[in-house]
């Protein structure tokens, strides 16, 4: 076996292993919610698993390493606040109330595997980038990932800042956030996670992976069509009626000028 699967393998087993505990907790809180919490932080260990293992050692592997630990850290930390003192997330509920029996077995293959298999698919970009070294220095490619990552990282941190804020003030409930980043794009934070994915990508596109390609694809298409936008804007337009005014002058995803320009 090639050291990069081998390495790659050893990451498989760190995400299945965390999420196999975080499962052990959540029959214990009788809670699988607590899932979303470690989604970020399983990122963080297996980035530091790669470049532990791959013995790299260069600017490269750290700073994605780095930038992986900010971002994985803050939406672990992020969601923790969020739900601290909350009720299980209705997905998990309704999923146990349909299987009360076999829910703790169901629920350790079809989420916490199934989420930790998904997270070291689309953390293999991050290998490639910690394994190889580059002897002539970072390129402009490695620029670009820089970019892609911060644009993305102020997007996500700053729209869940915004809608933190926004949610404290008692008066604002029933309402809808359309200003800050909000009145360009209905999820800037979704929209942010994703562009932080495709500026990982840029480092191991700066190696000649561009097989790794899938990655930030997988995260955009999740985010936009299974776990993000196209699941919440459903319950929203059920639970908000002026979300439907929303939709209709603010983009979903991409960021936007609103099409009431008097707004």
Same mark, same amino acid.
């Given at each position: 076996?090639?050291?990069?699967?081998?390495? !790659?393998?050893?990451?498989?087993?760190?995400?299945?292993?965390?999420?196999?505990?975080? $499962?052990?907790? /959540?029959?214990?809180?009788?809670?699988?919610?607590?899932? *979303?919490?470690?989604?970020?932080?399983?990122? @963080?260990? @297996?980035?530091?698993?790669?470049?532990?293992?791959?013995?790299?050692?260069?600017?490269?592997?750290?700073?994605?390493?780095?930038?992986?630990?900010?971002?994985?850290?803050?939406? /672990?930390?992020?969601?923790?606040?969020? =739900?601290?003192?909350?009720?299980?997330?209705?997905?998990?509920?309704?999923?146990?109330?349909?299987?009360?029996?076999?829910?703790?077995?169901?629920?350790?293959?079809?989420?916490?595997?199934?989420?930790?298999?998904?997270?070291?698919?689309?953390?293999?970009?991050?290998?490639?980038?910690?394994?190889?070294?580059?002897?002539?220095?970072?390129?402009?490619?490695?620029?670009?990932?820089?970019?892609?990552? @911060?644009?993305?990282?102020?997007?996500?941190?700053?729209? *869940?800042?915004?809608?933190?804020?926004?949610?404290? *003030?008692?008066? =604002?409930?029933?309402?809808?956030?359309?200003?800050?980043? $909000?009145?360009?794009?209905?999820?800037? =934070? +979704?929209?942010?996670?994703?562009?932080?994915?495709?500026?990982?990508?840029?480092? !191991?596109?700066?190696?000649?992976?561009?097989?790794?390609?899938?990655?930030?694809?997988?995260?955009?298409?999740?985010?936009?069509?299974?776990?993000?936008?196209?699941?919440?804007?459903?319950?929203?337009?059920?639970?908000?009626?002026? +979300?439907?005014? +929303?939709?209709?002058?603010? =983009? !979903?995803?991409?960021?936007?000028?609103? /099409?009431?320009?008097?707004?």
């Amino acid at each position: 076996m090639s050291p990069f699967w081998t390495t !790659a393998l050893a990451g498989l087993a760190v995400a299945l292993g965390l999420m196999t505990l975080v $499962w052990i907790g /959540s029959l214990v809180k009788r809670d699988a919610s607590i899932i *979303d919490i470690f989604w970020g932080l399983g990122f @963080v260990l @297996v980035a530091w698993t790669y470049l532990w293992l791959s013995g790299a050692g260069t600017v490269r592997a750290y700073l994605v390493a780095g930038l992986v630990t900010l971002w994985g850290l803050r939406l /672990s930390l992020y969601i923790l606040w969020r =739900n601290w003192g909350e009720e299980e997330d209705y997905r998990y509920r309704e999923m146990r109330e349909r299987n009360p029996k076999t829910f703790p077995w169901r629920s350790l293959v079809t989420v916490f595997w199934l989420q930790g298999a998904l997270l070291w698919a689309i953390s293999l970009p991050l290998l490639q980038a910690e394994r190889i070294p580059e002897p002539a220095g970072l390129t402009w490619i490695d620029g670009l990932g820089i970019l892609f990552f @911060v644009v993305g990282f102020v997007f996500e941190a700053g729209g *869940d800042w915004q809608m933190a804020r926004f949610k404290r *003030d008692p008066a =604002n409930e029933g309402k809808v956030l359309d200003h800050g980043l $909000w009145r360009y794009t209905r999820h800037p =934070n +979704y929209f942010g996670d994703a562009m932080v994915w495709w500026g990982l990508f840029m480092f !191991a596109a700066a190696t000649g992976a561009l097989w790794t390609i899938y990655s930030p694809v997988i995260m955009t298409i999740l985010l936009m069509r299974v776990s993000g936008v196209t699941l919440l804007e459903k319950r929203l337009q059920e639970t908000k009626p002026r +979300y439907r005014d +929303y939709v209709e002058r603010t =983009n !979903a995803f991409f960021p936007w000028f609103p /099409s009431d320009p008097g707004r």
